[in-house]
């Protein structure tokens, strides 16, 4: 089983740019397709990145050309570079560990969350 934590939210200035890192640990994500979604005030979760376990990604159309979705194996950890911070990319970000059918497919394998905040 595969614990998650989330790190690097924070309050950033419309434009500028942030790294939320994901730190697993008690199995290896090398087996996984990892994720990053958010969940703002009121409204669901959604997905906002994904990346397979050999490296394809997939985008919300919201932040193509924006973000992007990393992982490193061997330090176990997933990235989310987000560039252009808008205000409405403010919400909690959370990882996630799941797979592909056709698209990706969430496991129930969460970290905490991590706060985004983009206001100027």
């Known amino acids: 089983q595969v614990q998650l934590v989330e790190s690097g939210g924070g309050l950033v200035q419309p434009g500028g740019s942030l790294r939320l890192s994901c730190a697993a640990s008690?199995?290896?994500?090398?087996?996984?397709?990892m994720a990053w979604y958010h969940q703002a005030p009121g409204k669901l979760r959604e997905l906002v990145a994904a990346?397979?376990?050999?490296?394809?990604?997939q985008y919300a159309d919201s932040v193509k050309g924006r973000f992007t979705i990393s992982r490193d194996n061997a330090k176990n950890t997933v990235y989310l570079q987000m560039n252009s911070l808008k205000p409405e990319d403010t919400a909690v970000y959370y990882c996630n560990a799941g797979f592909y059918s056709s698209t990706y497919a969430p496991l129930p394998y969460w970290g905490q969350g991590t706060q985004v905040t983009v206001s100027s």
């Open positions: 008690g199995s290896s994500i090398a087996q996984y397709a």
């Open positions: 990346v397979r376990s050999r490296g394809g990604t």
